[in-house]
């Protein structure tokens, strides 16, 4: 026997264990309160199990290895988790979407008119995805070292450092110096050709013996250098086979294994079609070597740089002549960037103005969006304590988390923000807000590469102007959320009925016994024990009900003198106990107390004021929030879930205002007939278990309309 899980998080893998494993798993389906399996092996549940898990209210074993597990109100998220399980990609279920495929779907539904530049995009965006690991790793290494300078405790600019700081810096400049050869692999793996390849190019101009001729200028012959007045710098120039070889140092450079990947795909595949097959392993890569390696020294790299240096210049100039604009585009344009992955170039473009300008000047506004992202996170978890969502809490945790101490804005983004379009609008006011200050205070520079967390702020200066905006950032957008709230005003009602459902059913799963199942004295759920049986006329699981205990008697009388919440039939029929429904689950109260209606016809309608929180696909079942907190699940039929709608003409939809008496739904009870299924229509109070007393008024024959259950409070 398998173990249940006490989390709620670890529910979804204890019933597909409870069910056999995927393996075992046919198919899956759900209807408005529970799953619906169907299995290769019936003999393999362990009906056991799933009863005792916690959020489980029952199990249904059916023909046909056929199975069915009672969750309620929150049956399609645990649908969703189960379908999302690393487990279940090999079974019936759906495979879970990484963020790559998220992002993949995002990109394809933008593309515009011209393939070849999304393709260029989508090159740029994964020859850096992969690398974010080892960067958010060496910026958390800068981070610290930043704080110890700003408290005194090391100079990290001094001339005489210790073998310690040396050591220190080696640990994060190794991902910031050897990204060439990170991004040239990624690249190629990119384009289809062999990554270790593209890397042997790129780390043939950064080897030691290359690296002489940069630093060792003119002490090697037929190397000449000169001094560039404007920027003071010193570029030099070696004779290679006679000809002029511009030198650079190309470590941190990522233009130039980006341009030398695409050229080198190109010869790579050309060389391909010429070689047979059971030579290509050696004279491919052989060609590829001592054709692309003097293109990219002689040709490639130089023009890699300048290209480099010309953009960082340009946004330089923008940024030093018109900050505010600048400091504004930038936060305002990172949001719609970062979910199509298009932000690397912005990203490749930080790492050229540190390796040519000493500085970055783009990091300071984009800390801004960041913030404001944060933010927004911030606010949605504040929502969710006010409105009790546990999912949503724990998402928003660990995307703030993750934001605010890692730099990563991908848990905020795709765990809540394109969720919830409400979300966008109020963090672009924060991110606004957060570039108007940095433009306005002439700016903010970044001493090094680093993600934007509270741990990196010692990096950029001046820290006050910074500090300052992206505060400003976070708290605008958080409070943009917190007080409009991330979901519409119908999305709060039904995400709030859900809540008080799944509520109600935990209530109810661990009370005591004798509080959640109707003993054979008559006992209604929630404590109306005497009065139920009473209403009943004492004919409780088909037997004569007992006289109640004398503590009893006094709660039945005060319950029985307790105005009541009358719930009327919503169909014309006999009124039947539950226990006679002919369905385990509902006549074991798991979904609350209630009444089975043999229908007189198929004409459905509400039965009481109030909104839908439910209206199944397939019309056989609604829930319904009503006067006093009621909590109304109706269900047409036994299994009629099966029958995808057909014979079910349904008049409403979800979140509509209704009457007491308005149609909800005509209904074939011979086409249910037809397709072997009991037409017995339930009517259940789903959360009993917050009243004094439910009491069923069965045994008699209703108009749709005329009283079935009356609730007190």
């Given at each position: 026997?398998?173990?249940?899980?006490?989390?709620?998080?670890?529910?979804?893998?204890?019933?597909?264990?409870?069910?056999?494993?995927?393996?075992?798993?046919?198919?899956?389906?759900?209807?408005?309160?529970?799953?619906?399996?169907?299995?290769?092996?019936?003999?393999?549940?362990?009906?056991?199990?799933?009863?005792?898990?916690?959020?489980?209210?029952?199990?249904?074993?059916?023909?046909?290895?056929?199975?069915?597990?009672?969750?309620?109100?929150?049956?399609?998220?645990?649908?969703?988790?189960?379908?999302?399980?690393?487990?279940?990609?090999?079974?019936?279920?759906?495979?879970?979407?990484?963020?790559?495929?998220?992002?993949?779907?995002?990109?394809?539904?933008?593309?515009?008119?011209?393939?070849?530049?999304?393709?260029?995009?989508?090159?740029?965006?994964?020859?850096?995805?992969?690398?974010?690991?080892?960067?958010?790793?060496?910026?958390?290494?800068?981070?610290?070292?930043?704080?110890?300078?700003?408290?005194?405790?090391?100079?990290?600019?001094?001339?005489?450092?210790?073998?310690?700081?040396?050591?220190?810096?080696?640990?994060?400049?190794?991902?910031?110096?050897?990204?060439?050869?990170?991004?040239?692999?990624?690249?190629?793996?990119?384009?289809?050709?062999?990554?270790?390849?593209?890397t042997t190019v790129m780390a043939a101009i950064m080897t030691p013996n290359f690296l002489s001729l940069v630093n060792d200028g003119e002490a090697i012959p037929g190397v000449t250098c000169t001094t560039n007045d404007t920027l003071g710098t010193e570029q030099c120039v070696a004779q290679v086979f006679g000809l002029p070889m511009q030198l650079a140092d190309y470590g941190g450079q990522v233009f130039v294994p980006l341009v030398m990947v695409a050229l080198l795909a190109l010869v790579y595949k050309g060389l391909q079609k010429i070689f047979p097959e059971n030579v290509q392993l050696v004279f491919v890569p052989f060609f590829s070597m001592i054709i692309m390696i003097p293109i990219t020294a002689f040709l490639i790299g130089p023009i890699g740089i300048w290209a480099g240096n010309g953009l960082g210049a340009g946004l330089a100039w923008l940024n030093g002549n018109a900050p505010i604009v600048f400091a504004i585009i930038i936060p305002l344009v990172y949001p719609f960037l970062v979910p199509l992955g298009l932000h690397w170039p912005l990203n490749a473009l930080m790492l050229q103005n540190i390796n040519s300008l000493g500085y970055d000047f783009i990091q300071g506004p984009m800390g801004a969006w960041n913030f404001a992202a944060f933010g927004a996170t911030a606010g949605v978890l504040l929502l969710t304590f006010r409105h009790r969502e546990k999912v949503m809490r724990q998402t928003a945790t660990g995307a703030l988390a993750a934001g605010l101490f890692g730099g990563i804005s991908e848990p905020?983004?795709?765990?809540?923000?394109?969720?919830?379009?409400?979300?966008?609008?109020?963090?672009?006011?924060?991110?606004?807000?957060?570039?108007?200050?940095?433009?306005?205070?002439?700016?903010?520079?970044?001493?090094?590469?680093?993600?934007?967390?509270?741990?990196?702020?010692?990096?950029?200066?001046?820290?006050?102007?910074?500090?300052?905006?992206?505060?400003?950032?976070?708290?605008?957008?958080?409070?943009?959320?917190?007080?409009?709230d991330y979901m519409t005003p119908e999305q709060r009602a039904e995400a709030n009925a859900q809540r008080d459902a799944e509520e109600a059913a935990e209530a109810a799963a661990t009370a005591p016994a004798e509080v959640r199942e109707p003993a054979m004295s008559g006992a209604a759920v929630g404590g109306g024990a005497a009065a139920a049986g009473a209403a009943s006329g004492g004919a409780a699981s088909g037997g004569a009900a007992?006289?109640?205990?004398?503590?009893?008697?006094?709660?039945?009388?005060?319950?029985?003198?307790?105005?009541?919440?009358?719930?009327?039939?919503?169909?014309?029929?006999?009124?039947?106990?539950l226990s006679d429904c002919g369905d385990p689950a509902f006549a074991a109260r798991a979904l609350g107390e209630g009444v089975a209606i043999e229908p007189a016809d198929g004409r459905i309608v509400a039965p009481v004021d109030g909104t839908l929180v439910t209206v199944t696909d397939t019309g056989h079942a609604f829930g319904i929030a009503g006067p006093g907190g009621v909590e109304l699940l109706i269900h047409v039929g036994i299994d009629t879930v099966q029958m995808q709608g057909e014979g079910f003409d349904v008049?409403?939809?979800?979140?509509?205002?209704?009457?007491?008496?308005?149609?909800?739904?005509?209904?074939?009870?011979?086409?249910?007939?037809?397709?072997?299924?009991?037409?017995?229509?339930?009517?259940?109070?789903?959360?009993?278990a917050n009243f004094s007393a439910v009491e069923p008024q069965t045994g008699k024959d209703v108009a749709a309309g005329e009283t079935a259950v009356i609730v007190r409070p």
């Open positions: 026997m398998s173990t249940p899980s006490s989390g709620n998080d670890q529910i979804a893998e204890d019933i597909v264990r409870g069910v056999g494993g995927p393996e075992n798993i046919e198919s899956l389906t759900h209807c408005a309160t529970r799953l619906r399996f169907q299995l290769h092996d019936g003999d393999q549940v362990d009906r056991a199990s799933l009863d005792a898990l916690p959020g489980v209210m029952g199990t249904v074993p059916q023909s046909g290895d056929r199975f069915q597990v009672v969750i309620g109100g929150a049956v399609a998220g645990v649908y969703s988790q189960i379908t999302n399980l690393p487990s279940m990609s090999g079974a019936a279920a759906p495979k879970a979407k990484s963020d790559a495929d998220v992002k993949a779907e995002i990109r394809s539904k933008s593309r515009g008119k011209f393939a070849w530049l999304d393709s260029f995009f989508e090159y740029l965006s994964d020859s850096f995805r992969p690398l974010l690991g080892v960067l958010l790793g060496a910026s958390l290494i800068v981070a610290i070292v930043s704080m110890l300078e700003a408290f005194g405790y090391v100079d990290t600019r001094a001339a005489d450092k210790s073998a310690t700081w040396v050591f220190v810096d080696a640990m994060y400049r190794s991902v910031l110096y050897f990204l060439p050869l990170m991004v040239a692999y990624n690249a190629a793996k990119k384009l289809q050709i062999d990554p270790w390849l593209g905020s983004l795709y765990g809540i923000h394109l969720r919830f379009k409400r979300i966008y609008p109020r963090m672009l006011v924060g991110c606004l807000v957060g570039g108007v200050i940095i433009g306005v205070l002439g700016g903010v520079d970044a001493s090094t590469f680093a993600f934007t967390s509270l741990l990196t702020i010692p990096i950029f200066d001046p820290i006050p102007t910074y500090v300052i905006a992206i505060t400003a950032a976070f708290f605008v957008s958080m409070a943009a959320v917190y007080f409009s007992e006289p109640a205990p004398a503590g009893g008697e006094a709660a039945a009388a005060a319950a029985a003198d307790t105005p009541g919440i009358e719930i009327s039939a919503p169909v014309a029929g006999t009124v039947l106990d008049q409403v939809a979800a979140n509509q205002q209704v009457t007491k008496g308005d149609l909800l739904a005509n209904v074939d009870l011979d086409a249910i007939r037809a397709a072997g299924h009991p037409t017995v229509t339930l009517l259940t109070v789903i959360n009993t």
